[in-house]
Structures are given as C-alpha cells and as structure tokens.
C-alpha cells in the first residue's frame, strides 16, 4: 500500500492549499515582493533534502551523509557566483532578515553604529529602524528621502556618515521605486571609512536579468532575499569580496544559525540555473516595462505617484487626492480581485498603520506572462476602484473582467484543478 497523500492524511490543510493555489490563480497578484515560483523550484523546495542535518559547509560539516548535499550547495553557490559575478556567495541565510542580521553580527558589536534609510522613507526594518534588533542593539542613524522630490537624500547620507563614521552603512530599498546610486554610497563609504551593504532583496532578480544597475564592484557586501525579483524559495543569501568570506561565514554559522535548509539551497539552485538562461533576462525587462506602462496609466487617470514614476518593478502612489486612504484602497482593490499592500508615503501625513499610499509592483502578473496591454488594462481598473471603492457594482465589473483575463495568463508553479 502506498503512503497516503496529503489530502487524506489532513484535508483540513489540503483543502487551505488548494484554495490559496486557486486565490493565486485568479487574482491580479501586485504585491510587490511576490512571484510565482516555477514548478521546477517547488519541486526542489518540497524535497527529500528537507530531511537532512548539515551544519557547517560543504566540505566541513559536522555530520555525515553528505555527498549529495555538499554538491547540491556547491552548484548554488557556483550558479549565484556566475549569476551576479561576485567572489563569495553564502547560500545559508533563512531569510532577507536573518541575512541582514549576520552582516551586523559578523562586523558590529552592540551598542555601534550604522546608517541606513528609514523604514518611512522605503527602508526596510533590518537597516537600523528602531522596533528591530538592528535598531535596537545597534546605534542606527537613520536618513531619509528629500521633501522635494522623495529623491533619496545623499546629502544627509553623507552628513550622518561625517557625523556619526559607521562601521556599517545600508543601502537598498523595499518601497522605493528608482534606482540607488551605489557610487555615490561607495564614495562615501570609503571616505569616513565604513563598510557599505548594498541590500538587493527586491531587485536581485532585476539585477540577474541586467535590467538594473548591479551594486557587485561598489558594495563589497551585498545581502538579498530570494523570493522575490529572482522567483527562488523563500530564503536570504550574502554575496561578498573575497576579503570577508571568513567573517560572513562565521556569523551565519554557528554565529546565528544551526542546520541550513537543503532544500531551499537546492531550490535556490534551481531559481539561479533559470536566471541564467537568456528568457531570464527577457522576464526581468518585460517586469520594467510592465512597471512603467502601469505608471503611465494610473498617471493619466489623475493618480500621484511617489518620484512621478518608477525605474523598477514598483510603483508607490499616494491616493491622497483621490480622497481615499490606502488601507481601504487596498480592502477595496483585494474584493474586486486585485492584491496589494497599504504603504506610508514619504512624510505621510497619516498613521503608519493606516497611510496614504498603496504599493504595487510587476514581478508575479509578468512571471504570467502579461505586458502592457494588460498593465493598461489593470492600471484602469485600479484607479476605477480607487475612485469608488464603496461602489459594488464598480468592484463586480472589474473582478468579472479581471477573472477573465486571468483564465488566459496561466501561473508558473499552479495548475487549474
Ligand atoms: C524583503 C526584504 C528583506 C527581508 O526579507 P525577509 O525574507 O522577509 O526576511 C530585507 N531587506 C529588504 C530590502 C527587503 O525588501
């Protein structure tokens, strides 16, 4: 007899599966840090490897059983090399978060310094923002974006690096919808001597594809997630200058971790190996050209956008002229079938638990294959729900167009069944 699956073991969570495979597949995911994964990376992430202990590296590791392993986190490591052309990968971290704190761990100790963009200004809570242990047991700086343009403010970086010389400085962005000019962090850096971080956790996959500056050559430390841009398994990875191989490794293990998960490593693989193909780059200029195309539309029906547009896969509008908030924008669009986060604008006047703005981006619908035809298309029924988001009939139209535009889109990784 063979095992029983998973239905009849637990129907109760096999049917909660099933219904979110289904909500993935009849929705207009824009949440920016989501994708579909493909099915050969799920297939590797729901592995055998999940039932393995390897503490340790490939070739040093604390129990045995590892040949397939090692190799398994050798190819992930190769595949990330060539993928960003960096000296140094580690493949270990759990997470984008866990990642961030190993930077911390392996070159601060409590009570120094840091300066990174606060979390109101598109930073994320990992760059020092107060509420996290990274502005907690750290002495973080935090700068911010212009009042002007929302332009990230490199006077004030450079101010609060002459100030306070960090041992650690963070770029990179999680709601920030143009590009960061790592030179320019790299000069300064170098000038009061500390080491920058570029984190890339949202635009790693753009990276990959060459459709976005890369940081390798500016920052010598460059964390990400893996889930995000890239369409890997859930999971962090560090990518350094040889120079600080050492010190990146010990701080994830043993410094901050036990065992690593096989098999999101051998997933991570998996994801590296399809971003190397040519389509890879193909995906990650059409996600831009997606990103641009909805900017456009949602523009002309009178929508502000954070910067007047975006350079990447996001988009950060602020519906304050629409006389909605975001968070019921956001209740709203999910009712008619469209999926996104409630986001704080720059000096949003409102609460961070109910802002101005709505974040959206384009990795996941374009991962579907759609293009600017369809981004026109939801970049409209965005705003027509935005300018009546109490209006049932507005949100039963376009979730009867929107389901029928994505019975023609199918979803890496999800059948219909
Ligand atoms: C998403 C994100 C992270 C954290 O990743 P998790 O996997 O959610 O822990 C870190 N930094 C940035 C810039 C991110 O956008």
Known sequence: MSEPTLAQVDPEIASLIAKEERRQLDSIRL????????RAVQEAAGSALNNKY??????????????????????????????????????????????????????????????????????????????????????????????????????????????????????????????VDYAKFAEIANEVGAILVADIAHVSGLIAGKAHPSPVGLAPIVTSTTHKTLRGPRGGMILCDAKYAKEIDKAVFPGLQGGPHNSGIAALAV?????????????????????????????????????????????????????????????????AGIVCNYNSVPFDKRK???????????PAVTSRGMGPDEMKRIGGWIADVVEAPTDEKVIARVRGELLAMCQQFPAPGLERR
Not at 31 to 38: K, L, Q, T
Not at 310 to 321: E, G, M, N, R, V
Not at 352 to 362: K, N
């Open 271 to 335: 994801a590296a190996h399809e971003a190397l193909q040519p389509s890879f780059e193909t995906y990650a200029r059409n996600v831009v050209t997606n990103a641009k195309a909805m900017a456009e539309t949602l523009m002309s029906r009178g929508i502000d956008l954070v910067t007047g547009g975006t350079d990447t896969h996001l988009i950060l509008a602020d519906l304050t002229s629409k006389n909605v908030a975001g968070k019921p924008a956001a209740i709203a669009l999910e009712k």
């Open 54 to 179: 390897s503490e340790g590296y490939p070739g040093k590791r604390y129990y045995q059983g590892q040949e397939y392993v090692d190799k398994v986190e050798t190819l992930a490591i190769e595949r990330i090399k060539k993928l960003f052309g960096v000296e140094h990968v580690n493949v270990q971290p759990y997470s984008g978060s866990p990642a961030n704190l190993a930077v911390h761990y392996a070159f601060l100790r409590p009570g120094d310094k840091t300066v990174g963009l606060g979390l109101p200004a598109g930073g994320h809570l990992t760059h020092g923002w107060k509420v996290s242990i990274t502005g907690d047991y750290f002495e973080a700086h935090q700068y911010g974006v212009r009042e002007n343009d929302h332009r990230l403010d490199m006077d004030q970086v450079a101010r609060l690096a002459r100030e306070h010389k960090p041992k650690l400085m963070w770029c990179g962005t999680t709601a920030y919808p143009r590009h």
């Open 352 to 362: 961070p638990f109910d802002p101005s703005g709505i974040r959206l981006g384009t």
């Open 31 to 38: 949440i920016a840090s989501e994708n579909y994964a493909s």
